[in-house]
């Protein structure tokens, strides 16, 4: 059974970082392109970035330059950079397949940046 489990989100001021984690069971770190998305309060979860077995990485517009993805194929983990965090940054972070599939959603971490 697959399972993924995010952590290290936090408070944050403004201008800060985080470092995201995503623990992965099962095969699905074999198989499938991985990615984060995040949802913040009251609108729609969105894609965030991805990453191919091959370190192939792409980005939301919106985190391009701040942000940065990474995976550990031997840990089963995928990370997440996150630099010069902005307000708007704010959001519940997830970590899926690419394209993300319904069985697969965590938890998610609470990321909040403060102003």
């Known amino acids: 059974q697959v399972q993924l489990v995010e952590s290290g989100g936090g408070v944050v001021q403004a201008g800060g970082s985080l470092r995201l984690s995503c623990a992965a069971s099962g095969s699905i770190f074999s198989i499938y392109v991985m990615g984060w998305y995040r949802q913040a309060p009251g609108k729609q979860r969105e894609f965030v970035a991805h990453i191919d077995r091959g370190g192939s990485t792409n980005y939301a517009d919106s985190v391009k330059g701040r942000f940065t993805i990474s995976r550990d194929n031997a840990k089963n983990t995928l990370y997440l950079q996150m630099n010069s965090l902005k307000p708007e940054d704010t959001a519940v972070y997830y970590c899926?397949?690419?394209?993300?599939?319904?069985?697969?959603w965590g938890q998610g971490t609470q990321v909040t940046v403060s102003s």
């Open positions: 899926n397949a690419v394209p993300a599939r319904q069985r697969y």
